[in-house]
């Protein structure tokens, strides 16, 4: 496997269930970030992870829960989710560097869908 | 607030040439990204700019103007496979990336 990976492609879960989003990027980065993309809309950052620390939380929900367990691991964990939290989970990663100016690397993202 | 404007969507025809344009107000300024986003996959990274000017790169170049806010991507000699989203995104002073929705580019033959 090369770049970023992230499992499932697709999910659909009801508004009890529990589910978990993956994300593996093989390419030594020490930061890793989840966006929700919807439709026609920018891409909102909701969580970001240095050398594992979690560095921003741009006011998501609780329903929403990371877990970086290591530099190349990144999990969403989902629970009691609304129908407006369907969209397209991207996961991305990037070699944090002093200045600042990084690429950001993505995952073909997990498409959910809340019924 | 912080805002990145890019147009919606564009049509185009095969082996013409495209500019995508994005304007911005963001507070601070360090650097200018593109990305090409294909329906149903990853967004992959085409440029980035922080100096005025055009970076060419292939059939895609990309221009800045920080005065002016402004900048946009050129497609030379669109292929079928151009067909995409384009994203513009800043790095404003906190080295945070501001997001535009993304252009939709539809290349017709």
């Known amino acids: 496997e090369t770049g970023v990976t992230q499992t499932p492609r697709h999910l659909v879960m009801g508004m009890t269930n529990k589910k978990s989003l993956k994300c593996e990027q093989h390419?030594?980065?020490?930061?890793m970030y989840w966006y929700k993309q919807s439709a026609k809309k920018p891409l909102e950052l909701m969580f970001v992870?240095?050398?594992?620390?979690?560095?921003e939380n741009n006011s998501v929900p609780s329903r929403f829960s990371p877990e970086c367990p290591n530099s190349s691991h990144l999990f969403l964990h989902l629970h009691t989710l609304q129908p407006e939290d369907s969209a397209l989970y991207l996961c991305?990663?990037?070699?944090?560097?002093?200045?600042?100016?990084?690429?950001?690397?993505f995952g073909p993202g997990t498409r959910l869908l809340v019924l | 607030g912080q805002n990145i404007d890019q147009p919606t969507e564009m049509t185009a025809t095969e082996g013409a040439i495209v500019q995508i344009n994005c304007t911005y107000q963001t507070s601070g300024f360090n650097g200018l990204f593109w990305y090409q986003q294909h329906a149903g996959e990853a967004p992959t990274f085409l440029s980035y700019n922080v100096l005025d000017g055009l970076e060419e790169k292939g059939r895609f170049s990309s221009f800045l103007s920080r005065s002016k806010g402004y900048s946009y991507l050129l497609l030379k000699e669109l292929q079928m496979k151009d067909s995409a989203s384009y994203l513009c995104?800043?790095?404003?002073?906190?080295?945070?990336?501001?997001w535009g929705a993304g252009t939709k580019l539809i290349i017709k033959p």
């Open positions: 991305a990663s990037s070699q944090a560097e002093s200045w600042g100016r990084e690429t950001q690397y």
């Open positions: 390419l030594g980065h020490n930061a």
């Open positions: 992870y240095n050398f594992k620390e979690q560095t």
């Open positions: 995104a800043v790095l404003d002073s906190n080295y945070q990336l501001i």
